[in-house]
C-alpha cells in the first residue's frame, strides 16, 4: 500500500482561510492524502466573529488549536502573537511529522510556520508568492516566506517573474491562479431573498447596493479611525445602502472596529463581524460594488466582473485588473468615484470580468503537484539560482 502523504496547513485569520478553504476541504478528502489544519489567531476570538464556527463545518481535521492574538491597537501586539505562535505550534507539528507545510500569503502564523519547518527539515509550499504590494508590512514577510519556501504556488504570471527575478528555481514554480477563485465558480447561488433573511437585512431585486471591507494599514495604523469614518461618512451621505463587514486583526484594526460603531445605528448599513463563506460569496455576486481595501477587491472581484474601490495606500502598486480602481482617501474623490460606479454608463464599461489570476480550477492541479513531487535533499537544499 503506497503510503499516505502527510500535509499540515495553517490558517489565522478569515480571509485566508477563505482563500484556502475549497483546497483545504479537497486535500481533507484526498485518499492518498493525510491532511491536518492549525487554528490559530482572530479565528478563535469573539471580537473577530470566532470564525473557528466555520472551519467546524468544513470538516476538516484539525490537529491544534492556538490561542495566540493580543488585543491592542498599535504595532507590537502581532510580535507578542507571533513568538506565541512559535512557542505552542512546535510540538502540534513535530507530533503531525509532516512530509509538506503548506501556507499562504504573508501574516505573522505563515512565518513562524515557515521557519518551523525550516528548522524542523521540513519542506515548504507557498501559495501568492512573490505579489508586491507598497507600505504594508506584508511584503516583507510575504518575500521571506518565499525565500524560505521550497516549492511556490503564485497566482499570477507577474508574481511567478517575480519569484524567479528572487532567485527561486522556476523547476518548482507553478502558475495555477489564486485557489480563492475555486470557491467563486463551485459555491451554489442563493437568492437576494433567501440572502436578505439569512443577515436580516433587506435587500430588493435589483437594488444596488456596496460591500465594505476596509483594514488598517501598519505604516498609517494611527490613521486607521480616520480613514474608515471617512469611507462610512461618504456611504452614509450619499445614502449608499452597504454591508459592513469588520476587519482582520491588524495594527490599527481596533480603530477601524471603533469608527463602524459609530454608524450601528445608520438605517442602510449592516454590519457583521463574519459572515459564513456561501453568503459572502453570493453577497459579491450580487453587489454593486466592493469599496475598502481588502485583497478580495484585487483577487476575487475580477473574476466576478466586480467593480472594487480601493481606497487609500493599502494594496498599492499590487498587480491588478481594470475593474479596481485606486483613490486617496480623501472625501471629494471618495464621493465622485462612488457617483461614478452608481452611474449605469460607467458601471457597464468597468464591471468586466478578466481571468487575470486564473479560471478558477487551480486546486485540483496544486493537489497534484503536492502528492507528486520528489522530497529529497535536492529539493531541501534550495540554491539562489543566480
Known sequence: MTKKRKILAITGIRSDYDLMSNLFIKLSNDLNIDFGLIVTGAHLEKKYGYSYKEIKKDKIKIIGKVKSYIDGNGLSPRVLSLFKQGSKMVNIVKKFNPDIVLTMGDREESIVISLIATYLNIPIAHISGGDKVVGNIDDHIRHAVS????????????????????????????????????????????????????????????????????????????????????????????????????PNSDAGSS?????????????????????????????????????????????????????????????????????????????????????????????????????????????????????????NKKLFNKEIIY
Open 147 to 246: 525565500k524560505l519556501a521550497h516549492i511556490h504556488f503564485p497566482t499570477s504570471l507577474d508574481s511567478k517573474m517575480r519569484l524567479i527575478m528572487m532567485g527561486e528555481n522556476k523547476k518548482n514554480i507553478f502558475n495555477f491562479g489564486n485557489p480563492g477563485l475555486d470557491r467563486l465558480r463551485n459555491e451554489k447561488k442563493i437568492t437576494l431573498s433567501d440572502l436578505s433573511k439569512k443577515i436580516q437585512f433587506n435587500i430588493n431585486k435589483n437594488e444596488k447596493y456596496f460591500v465594505c471591507i476596509q483594514h488598517s494599514l501598519s505604516s498609517e495604523f494611527k490613521k486607521s479611525y480616520d480613514q474608515m469614518y471617512l469611507t462610512l461618512n461618504c456611504l452614509k451621505k450619499m445614502k449608499i445602502k452597504t454591508i459592513i463587514i469588520y
Open 255 to 375: 480603530g477601524v472596529i471603533s469608527a463602524i460603531s459609530r454608524f450601528k445605528n445608520v438605517k442602510y448599513f449592516c454590519i457583521k463581524k463574519n459572515l459564513p463563506r456561501n453568503i459572502f460569496v453570493n453577497l459579491l455576486r450580487n453587489a454593486r460594488c466592493l469599496i475598502g481595501n481588502s485583497s478580495a477587491g484585487i483577487l476575487e472581484t475580477p473574476f466576478l466582473g466586480l467593480p472594487s474601490i480601493n481606497v487609500g495606500n493599502r494594496q498599492l502598486k499590487r498587480n491588478h485588473a481594470n475593474n479596481t480602481i485606486f483613490i486617496p482617501s480623501e472625501k471629494k474623490i471618495l464621493i465622485k468615484t462612488i457617483s461614478m460606479i452608481n452611474n449605469d454608463k460607467y458601471y457597464k464599461k468597468i464591471a468586466k470580468k478578466s481571468n487575470i489570476f486564473g479560471l478558477g480550477n487551480s486546486s485540483n492541479k496544486i493537489i497534484k503537484v503536492l502528492k507528486s513531487i520528489k522530497i
